[in-house]
């Protein structure tokens, strides 16, 4: 259309051309070119007038310019592409240059008026395209920039699901306060299995299976959540580990996943609160003509703890003697008293009244209890810590229960049976 079947596009970034298209060039002179990559456009040649602001440069013959004489570099460009006539239009947007487009004749024959208005047409229809292709390819950075950031949210949301998770199953059998604490170290090896010195603390009703046996299941569900709605709150406030609700049976155990200074007097001050509570909502039921009552126990020594269960479900526990002697203190205990071992008596005897109460047990060898022995023999009598009007608990001498006078026996972890 412009009588030229030669043609350059080239692209300005402030400094240096770059030769973006050609069009009918010897492939010589393209491979030059490229070879030379980015270049500034030296004065005086036709790139250099455009990128000092002119918008039309119109060379009849580049052989006679003083730059084709003087710049070898321009003169090797010219003679390899075999340019005579040459015509620049500046590619401007909005007073940017954005690069320049050049046609040129390998025969000395100037482009006339029309020739050189439809190239600066063309140029303009040039400046659209670019503008365009600059926009999409804006937008397809910031698409590819959105893609990875979903990716990242995806990734965040993913973890945060995980970590509810953890938080899920860790609040399941600790206290709120340690359940972050383990997670704000991101490390839950402070579970795996280990042996530690706990309390553990065991508490049920009395009268509860003779209350089941008349009561219809719907009533005997709306006291549960009566029950463990008061009682399990307290758990957490005193900092305990909560094991297992079973039934109207809780076992709470201190000084573990996460030690703490005072476990003993913990324990006994959380049973002497879930006593508490327990006893209100005791008295309203036996206005219904339910007789319940509640009872605790409490011992002190080693354990070993950890994780149990499979992949979907697990829970902490701990597995030891001390956990069958806290449930036979339990089971020992009458309604309104709190039996603790001597550990735990000599432990928070400084701080709470004790009433030291004689209780003999019957029955086998205490060899096969599995409590530890005394230095002086087994006794035949032990503390038991109950209430009284003056707030001070009993104490039972922990041999003194190695059978109890119920018809089952503690197994494992502190699970029972009632007579």
Not at 123 to 151: D, F, K, P, S, W
Not at 244 to 261: A, E, H, L, R, Y
Not at 364 to 386: E, F, H, K
């Amino acid at each position: 259309m412009c009588g030229a079947s030669n043609g350059a596009l080239f692209t300005y970034d402030g400094e240096c051309f770059h030769l973006g298209a050609t069009h009918g060039s010897d492939p010589r002179f393209v491979e030059w070119a490229r070879q030379v990559g980015p270049f500034p456009p030296p004065e005086g040649t036709g790139l250099g007038r455009i990128s000092r602001g002119e918008r039309l440069v119109h060379i009849a013959d580049v052989r006679e310019m003083d730059a084709f004489r003087t710049i070898p570099q321009f003169r090797r460009s010219m003679e390899t592409g075999g340019v005579r006539t040459l015509a620049l239009v500046a590619l401007h947007q909005d007073e940017v240059l954005l690069g320049a487009l050049s046609v040129y004749r390998q025969e000395v024959r100037p482009f006339s008026d029309k020739q050189i208005a439809l190239l600066q047409n063309f140029a303009e229809q040039a400046v659209i395209a670019m503008e365009n292709a600059r926009l999409l390819g804006e937008l397809r950075q910031r698409t590819e920039e959105v893609a990875e950031l979903n990716r990242g949210l995806e990734a965040r949301v993913a973890e945060q699901v995980d970590e509810l998770g953890r938080v899920g199953r860790l609040k399941r059998f600790l206290a709120p306060q340690l359940a972050e604490l383990i997670l704000s170290h991101g490390d839950e090896k402070i579970l795996e299995s280990h042996r530690r010195d706990i309390v553990v603390v065991f508490c049920d009703l009395r009268g509860y299976t003779a209350f089941t046996e008349t009561a219809e299941p719907e009533e005997v569900l709306d006291f549960l959540r009566e029950y463990h709605g008061a009682l399990g709150p307290l758990v957490s406030q005193f900092e305990g580990t909560l094991d297992q609700f079973s039934g109207d049976g809780i076992m709470v155990f201190f000084n573990d996943p996460v030690p703490c200074p005072d476990p003993a007097e913990r324990a006994v001050k959380m049973a002497m609160a879930m006593r508490g509570a327990a006893g209100t909502l005791i008295a309203s039921w036996r206005r219904r003509g339910r007789l319940l009552g509640f009872g605790a126990g409490i011992a002190q020594g080693y354990a070993t703890l950890c994780q149990i269960g499979f992949a979907e479900r697990s829970g902490y526990t701990a597995i030891g003697t001390v956990c069958n002697l806290a449930a036979r203190l339990c089971a020992e205990a009458q309604d309104g008293q709190i039996l603790i071992g001597q550990r735990v008596a000599i432990a928070v005897e400084q701080t709470i009244t004790l009433e030291d109460r004689r209780a003999h047990a019957e029955g086998a060898d205490p060899a096969g209890s599995g409590l530890q022995r005394a230095g002086r023999g087994y006794p035949t009598s032990s503390p038991c810590y109950r209430r009284r009007p003056t707030k001070c608990l009993s104490a039972i001498n922990t041999s003194d229960v190695s059978r109890t006078k119920r018809t089952g026996r503690c197994e494992g972890k502190g699970t029972w049976e009632r007579a």
